[in-house]
């Protein structure tokens, strides 16, 4: 059997470094915590609603995509990402641009899921529709205030594009 999934792994990868036993690991540990969140969904009676409101919808994505700007740009969660990237440089606006170092299956794996928005995005949108149905409330409470700091960031932005555009045309 190892053999097998040595060969799969060599003709899947084709001489790159590819993590798969890490990127199992991480749908592994994904299943897992879904799974929980459903066995104490059952535990305490939650009912999943037939529909999520667009509202609900809207709140939820913006607060994600803020969470995972947080966790995986942001200069102040370096830290966190630290163990498993490298620094490469600032990419303005308090973010960072780091690398995923090439060594270790779950070294890797944890760092691209630590670095990449897209990929830590599905984790993050899984906690808030898991918080919408066993704990609505609180997960509002941390969504709204998430998508309010995006609403913050996006009129910084705003601000220093209009100002920039007056010094560029002289005003």
Same mark, same amino acid.
């Given at each position: 059997m190892a053999g097998v999934l040595a060969r799969i792994k060599s003709d899947y990868s084709q001489g790159e470094p590819r993590p798969l036993g890490g990127y199992l690991r991480a749908m592994s540990a994904y299943a897992g915590l879904v799974g929980a969140a459903v066995a104490v969904g059952t535990t305490r009676g939650a009912r999943v609603p037939e529909r999520f409101s667009w509202?609900?919808?809207?709140?939820? /994505?913006? $607060? $994600? %995509?803020? #969470?995972? *700007?947080?966790?995986?740009?942001? +200069?102040? $969660? /370096? &830290?966190? *990402? +630290?163990p498993f990237t490298r620094f490469e440089g600032s990419a303005g606006e308090? @973010?960072? #641009? @780091? /690398?995923? &170092?090439? /060594?270790?299956? %779950?070294?890797?794996a944890v760092g691209e899921l630590l670095t990449c928005p897209f990929c830590s995005g599905v984790w993050l949108a899984t906690a808030f529709t898991a918080g919408l149905v066993l704990a609505p409330r609180a997960t509002r409470l941390v969504a709204t205030t998430l998508a309010v700091v995006a609403g913050s960031d996006f009129l910084h932005l705003a601000y220093d594009a209009a100002k920039n555009a007056g010094r560029d045309s002289g005003g």
């Open positions: 509202n609900d919808t809207f709140l939820v /994505s913006v $607060a $994600a %995509h803020k #969470a995972g *700007r947080l966790l995986n740009k942001s +200069a102040v $969660a /370096s &830290p966190l *990402r +630290a308090g @973010e960072v #641009a @780091e /690398s995923v &170092p090439s /060594s270790g299956n %779950h070294q890797h």
